[in-house]
């Protein structure tokens, strides 16, 4: 079994079984603020479980590069995670479908400018990879006393090229 994973363009179909893709629609839903904003509506689906709250943190992740080694991917049991690019530049997102409580192969996804991703609770998936400094997002996930986080390590790591 070959152990490189080869990136794919992030599309809202593709990603559709392990979350939404945040990006602006072809048309607004709605002019707002007297004609001079268009609001894109509801982009995604956030779910915090019972116990939970929405928390907005700021994250400065460190920039990886290609290719990049795959070992360890997590998943938060309780509630949804986005990541919203406060740049330009695209990042890389890995994600895997869950096989009888464990990772399966994963995927790994490269954005566009601009558009940002909210993984589906319980999703696997890797740590945040930007590929250029300064590695800025806002993140918006559940905020609560109860644990929210499983990391599985891959020995060995996965190969994620371009």
Known sequence: MSREIRAEPLTAEAFAPFGDVLELRDAPDKMINAGLCGRHHDLAALDFGPEGRAGISLFDAQPRSFPYE?????????????????????????????????????????????????????????????????????????IGATPNLEEIFLDPPYIVVP
């Open 70 to 142: 795959l070992t360890l991917l997590e998943r938060h049991p309780e509630g949804s995670q986005a990541f919203v690019p406060l740049t330009e530049h695209p990042f890389l997102v890995i994600v895997a479908p869950d096989v009888e409580g464990k990772p399966g192969t994963p995927r790994a996804f490269l954005t566009t400018p601009h558009q940002g991703i909210n993984f589906h609770r319980g999703t696997w998936h890797g740590v945040l990879t930007p590929l250029h400094a300064p590695g800025l997002f806002a993140v918006v996930d559940r």
